[in-house]
């Protein structure tokens, strides 16, 4: 809780410089390029997240990747900010709040799409049936999960559309049981 | 009874000195005189016996009477007292005879109840056990009964399972990406119309 309520404090005062400065989206993206890239090291998570490790050496270290994750020195003082007083860690749960309040400034939902193969040019059609659902800008964030069987399930926040194979086995599955049981 | 015997022994004495004088003065006056009749010696014992006699009975009778009398007294009593036993034995006879009598008939009674009560447990027990059978019976039915529909549920479950398992199989195998576009084109097309 207390970690969730300093990186609300960090995601806000981020997104009120970004507003000031019109970079709301231009500071979500550079976000998503550094959290994308903890994401896919389990040895950088380890190195920001170690106490021993000091914030001079982490501070080092981005300063080193900003030019190839294009950060911008705000970007980059943000960073250090967080580093400086050891919340280094908490850059995934910073990006995710600034993400919410960001997209709702945008007038942007993100929608996980998972499918049983890539969409392809239905993705297009997708994002405009929603987009006129919930006359909002939307993100598709795609996933290919094997496990679906089938069709697509799409989750745009707490709402679920689910049209996969999975979900129609099931549905089959239990009207039988239902049927041998009665 | 000292002053009794030394009287006696006194008496005995002088009775003794009186019939040898006696017999003395006979034999004197009969040296000269052979008489015919009782001979005087003879008339002496007699005298002597009666005299010895009467001493005994004048002396002996109260000791005697007494004796005879506390002897009585004593015989008596044991026979009162005998009496008194065998009267109370001949009540302890009896009293044990009807006993014994009512004992046999009391045992006839303790066996014919005996009988009867049981005859009554047996048909008791007969009955619950009878009872607890079909309880038994029932109870096992029962439980034979919901194994029986416990094993159907299941082995519709395990058919399901299987034929759900066999479906996902055969839709894995045989899932093409035409069929994905379809599929996901019809739910495209489904959420279109309840827009």
């Known amino acids: 809780v207390k970690s969730g309520s300093v990186a609300k404090r960090y995601a806000a005062a981020l997104l009120q410089v970004a507003k000031s400065e019109n970079k709301v989206s231009d500071y979500l993206s550079e976000l998503e390029r550094v959290v994308a890239m903890e994401r896919d090291s389990r040895e950088l998570q380890s190195f920001l997240a170690s106490p021993v490790v000091k914030s001079g050496a982490k501070k080092a270290f981005f300063k080193a990747v900003a030019e190839k994750l294009q950060l911008s020195p705000m970007m980059l003082n943000f960073i250090y900010v967080l580093l400086d007083h050891d919340h280094g860690d908490d850059l995934g749960l910073v990006y995710f709040l600034y993400r919410d309040m960001a997209d709702e400034i945008l007038g942007q939902i993100r929608v996980a799409v998972t499918s049983a193969a890539p969409l392809g040019a239905q993705e297009e059609k997708l994002k405009s049936l929603l987009a006129a659902r919930f006359k909002q800008k939307i993100l598709i964030v795609t996933k290919v999960d094997p496990e679906v069987l089938g069709g697509l399930t799409i989750q745009v926040k707490d709402l679920v559309f689910d049209g996969s194979l999975r979900r129609e086995l099931e549905r089959v599955k239990a009207a039988i049981v239902l049927k041998a049981v009665a | ?195």
């Open chain 2, 1 to 195: 009874m000292k002053t009794a015997r030394s009287s006696l022994r006194t008496l005995f004495v002088l009775a003794l000195v009186l019939a040898a004088r006696s017999a003395l003065a006979a034999e004197g006056h009969g040296e000269g005189h052979h008489e015919e009749g009782i001979p005087f010696s003879m008339v002496f014992s007699g005298i002597n016996f009666a005299i010895l006699a009467g001493l005994l009975f004048y002396f002996l009778r109260k000791p005697a009477k007494d004796h005879f009398a506390s002897r009585a007294t004593l015989i008596r009593t044991r026979i009162q007292q005998a009496e008194e036993l065998k009267s109370h034995a001949v009540q302890k006879y009896n009293e044990f005879e009807s006993r014994l009598k009512s004992i046999d008939r009391e045992t006839q009674d303790l066996i014919a109840n005996l009988k009867h009560d049981g005859e009554l447990e047996k048909r008791r027990l007969v009955e619950m056990a009878e009872k607890q059978s079909v309880q038994l019976r029932e109870t096992q039915e029962k439980i034979i009964g919901q194994e029986l529909r416990k094993a159907k549920e299941e082995l519709k479950q395990e058919a399901i399972n299987l034929a759900s398992d066999m479906a996902e199989k055969l839709v894995r195998e045989n899932m093409t990406p035409e069929d994905q576009n379809r599929v996901v084109g019809q739910y495209l097309d489904r959420m279109e119309k309840l827009a």
